[in-house]
């Protein structure tokens, strides 16, 4: 097994302070490693170590065990100058920012968008936390850590830290649950061992409050007048044509191709899960449709600018300026949820099973890969049916003639 010494060496240039050495020693050979890391001249004599800096080097010296320990099991020969070159590599590919972007970059190219969005996202708030005052897993001059280096505490940190923010409780699950399938696939690469890190933290999927409507409101706002409102009519538009498409998320709407409409059926792919879909096209979605004439766009509906199937930013801005209409129309209409686009789809989701349509079947229509995920969306509808059955209910038994 290789020994590791940690020495000081004085920097030349900053009187009073100095770098972290490794020396690692094995198979009667010796290599150094400069690691970067600074710590005063004062207190390297004292050994008073700053805690992000005692437990780097704790990680680091980790790291080089298990390095030596896979080099050892390969039963190849090896030496000093092999381990400082996997560690060297490790510290500066493998690490998790990095590889979570890596990953994100291929779900855009698979056209995944939506999944590549909350990869970033997950990415930037990791980052936050990492960099933010008080945090101890970063040290002067970093901006990432070594996957291997991800443990129990820090993810437990990390919830903490959204916890404060505030979030809600399914954006804490949101994030660490892409985390975890990026530490996942790290295991699966062979980059890291399984350390089980996640146990600790919530991943659940609490149930949130209602997000539908009925299908009275939906009639109200298909059917108010918004001419003299332009912006506001076509995000009503976009919303409504969401709902007849069988709650389509905006994402696969914005980037339809007018070839994907042939023989009075819309035929797509879904962008989250390559799920081929087909649906009927009816005359409320050509109503729609001929208000925004498109005669040299590839693009099906009036999305993307000049109907750019590449143009992933504008998306997103269509999308937040279509979800800030909306929720000014709700307002106009005194509807008591913040109306966006996902309340299309939850609504769909709420109107089907209330019309007594199988699970099975709506989980298929919405496109969903297991029924698991269409419970999710009807775990929150409105309890009024339930509500109603229980009044039938306690009316029976308060007309119940009791005899004693």
């Known amino acids: ?11 030349g240039s900053n009187p009073g302070e100095g770098f972290i050495i490794y020396h690692i020693n094995h198979a009667r050979s010796t290599r150094q490693v400069s690691t970067g890391y600074t710590i005063s001249a004062k207190d390297w004599i004292s050994k008073r170590f700053p805690l992000p800096l005692r437990e780097r080097i704790q990680l680091d010296t980790a790291l080089i065990r298990r390095i030596t320990s896979r080099l050892e099991h390969s039963q190849q020969m090896f030496n000093a100058a092999d381990i400082v070159e996997e560690f060297t590599i490790f510290r500066k590919n493998y690490t998790l920012l990095k590889f979570l972007n890596r990953l994100a970059a291929r779900l855009k190219e698979k056209g995944k968008l939506r999944t590549f969005e909350t990869y970033t996202s997950a990415a ?52 660490m649950r892409i985390l975890r399938a990026v530490y996942h696939r790290a295991v699966d690469d062979g980059i890291i061992s399984d350390g089980n890190i996640f146990r600790h933290v919530y991943t659940g999927i609490a149930k949130t409050v209602k997000r539908a409507l009925p299908i009275h409101e939906i009639r109200r706002i298909t059917q108010i007048d918004l001419s003299s409102q332009p912006a506001l009519d ?85 999308a937040y300026c279509i979800n800030r209409n909306l929720k000014r129309l709700g307002k106009q209409l005194d509807i008591g949820i913040p109306l966006t686009l996902y309340v299309a789809r939850h609504s769909w989701a709420s109107a089907a099973r209330t019309k007594g349509i199988p699970l099975s079947v709506i989980s298929e229509g919405m496109g969903h890969e297991s029924e698991l995920t269409t419970k999710i969306y009807l775990a929150s509808l409105d309890t009024s049916a339930v509500d109603m059955a229980n009044s039938a209910i306690l009316e029976a038994v308060r007309q119940t003639d009791v005899t004693l």
């Not at 936050?128 to 820090?154: Q, T």
Request: glycine content about 6%; overall charge positive; hydrophobic content about 40%.
């Open 234 to 318: 076509y995000a009503r538009d976009m919303f409504v044509l969401s709902f007849f498409l069988r709650g389509m998320s905006f994402v696969d709407m914005a980037f339809l191709r007018k070839t994907d409409l042939c023989n009075g059926v819309l035929t797509y792919r879904r962008r989250k899960t390559g799920q081929l879909l087909s649906i009927k096209w009816t005359m409320e979605m050509k109503a729609i449709l001929d208000k925004y004439p498109r005669p040299n766009s590839e693009t099906l509906l009036p999305i993307l600018r000049h109907g750019d199937i590449n143009d992933f930013k504008y998306y997103r801005k269509k």
């Open 1 to 11: 097994m290789a020994s590791v010494k940690i020495t000081f060496k004085p920097s």
């Open 124 to 175: 930037r708030s990791f980052s936050r936390f990492l960099s933010g005052p008080g945090s101890i897993y970063l040290l002067p001059g970093e901006d990432d850590i070594p996957l291997d280096y991800m443990s129990c505490g820090m993810i437990e940190d990390y919830q903490i830290f959204l916890e404060r923010r505030p979030v809600v409780l399914n954006t804490v699950s949101f994030y």
